[in-house]
């Protein structure tokens, strides 16, 4: 049974910072891309940041310079460090791991982070 189990999320005042965990169960995790996507109340989910097996990183362009994904295969984790948080950054933020090759994606349940101007 696949689990991506996510945490560390909270509240947290403009211009704080966070850092959000995954953790992966029942998939070979150095084969799978790893991703952090966010959804807000109203909004679209959308893509915060990305990493490939080999450490190839993207971001989202409203994240570039504040957000820091990484991942420890060996712990089979994924690390997403929020940095300069801001209100538009409140979400709920779900870990995804998405394999080209199987066609298979999953996603965790998600871990709300909260803004404070």
């Known amino acids: 049974q696949v689990q991506l189990v996510e945490s560390g999320g909270g509240s947290v005042q403009s211009g704080g910072s966070l850092r959000l965990s995954c953790v992966a169960s029942g998939i070979p995790f150095g084969f799978y891309r790893m991703g952090w996507y966010r959804q807000a109340p109203g909004k679209q989910r959308e893509l915060v940041a990305s990493i490939t097996r080999g450490g190839t990183t993207n971001y989202g362009e409203s994240v570039t310079g504040r957000f820091t994904i990484s991942r420890d295969n060996a712990k089979k984790m994924v690390y997403l460090q929020l940095n300069s948080l801001r209100p538009e950054d409140t979400a709920v933020y779900y870990c995804?791991?998405?394999?080209?090759?199987?066609?298979?994606?999953?996603w965790g349940q998600g871990t709300q982070v909260t803004v404070s101007s």
């Open positions: 995804n791991a998405n394999s080209a090759f199987s066609g298979q994606d999953h």
